[in-house]
T-cell receptor, first 114, second 111 residues
Framework: DSGVTQTPKHLITATGQRVTLRCSPRSGDLSVYWYQQSLDQGLQFLIQYYNGEERAKGNILERFSAQQFPDLHSELNLSSLELGDSALYFC?????????????FGPGTRLTVL | DAKTTQPPSMDCAEGRAANLPCNHSTISGNEYVYWYRQIHSQGPQYIIHGLKNNETNEMASLIITEDRKSSTLILPHATLRDTAVYYCTTISGAGSYQLTFGKGTKLSVIP
């Protein structure tokens, strides 16, 4: 158990819909990262927040957005869903914001778009 | 462009040492080598990291060549629970906070 929690575990929805994925980092960690993992593309970095502020952005679509709240939990919002958005979405947390901090991953949310 | 290259799969007998190689020939001076693994569809799990010296922790040992162009992750006594995909990556502390994984090595530990 990494100490990072993600809800829900599974999500099945239809194209065009909007969903929200939630992540609670490990106690004491200030950074939250979101990743997407699909079979054909491997692990893709989406976005990082550090202590409530956006710190780095990766291959995140405009239809996706995220935020980190004062209690440090984070939410990833996915809208106008397409079939290709079906994937595992992982949240990770780390103590600091720099690249030398190891990241602890949550169990993931499996999103299926029908 | 892939930053690292790893063999797609390896087998290891239970109880024996598993040696997983990784090439990172374009690594720069301030980049660390990190290893993670992913068991089935669980979240990736941090194993170990190093800059240029060999490192050891309770999970594994990391051997980095003197020119830093390759490394080997060693699981000293592999168990069935070590069956997973192992990812090697490099991370710079100077701004590349995100992890990027290639295809990794699928390690199968055989009874």
């Amino acid at each position: 158990d990494s100490g990072v929690t993600q809800t829900p575990k599974h999500l099945i929805t239809a194209t065009g819909q909007r969903v929200t994925l939630r992540c609670s980092p490990r106690s004491g960690d200030l950074s939250v990262y979101w990743y997407q993992q699909s079979l054909d593309q491997g692990l893709q970095f989406l976005i990082q927040y550090y202590n409530g502020e956006e710190r780095a952005k990766g291959n995140i679509l405009e239809r996706f957005s995220a935020q980190q709240f004062p209690d440090l939990h984070s939410e990833l919002n996915l809208s106008s869903l397409e079939l290709g958005d079906s994937a595992l979405y992982f949240c990770a947390s780390s103590v600091g914001s720099g690249g030398y901090n190891e990241q602890f991953f949550g169990p993931g949310t499996r999103l299926t778009v029908l | 462009d892939a930053k690292t290259t790893q063999p797609p799969s390896m087998d290891c007998a239970e109880g024996r040492a598993a040696n997983l190689p990784c090439n990172h020939s374009t690594i720069s001076g301030n980049e660390y080598v990190y290893w993670y693994r992913q068991i089935h569809s669980q979240g990736p799990q941090y194993i170990i990291h190093g800059l240029k010296n060999n490192e050891t922790n309770e999970m594994a040992s990391l051997i980095i060549t003197e020119d830093r162009k390759s490394s080997t992750l060693i699981l000293p006594h592999a168990t069935l629970r070590d069956t997973a995909v192992y990812y090697c990556t490099t991370i710079s502390g100077a701004g590349s906070y995100q992890l990027t994984f290639g295809k990794g090595t699928k390690l199968s530990v055989i009874p």
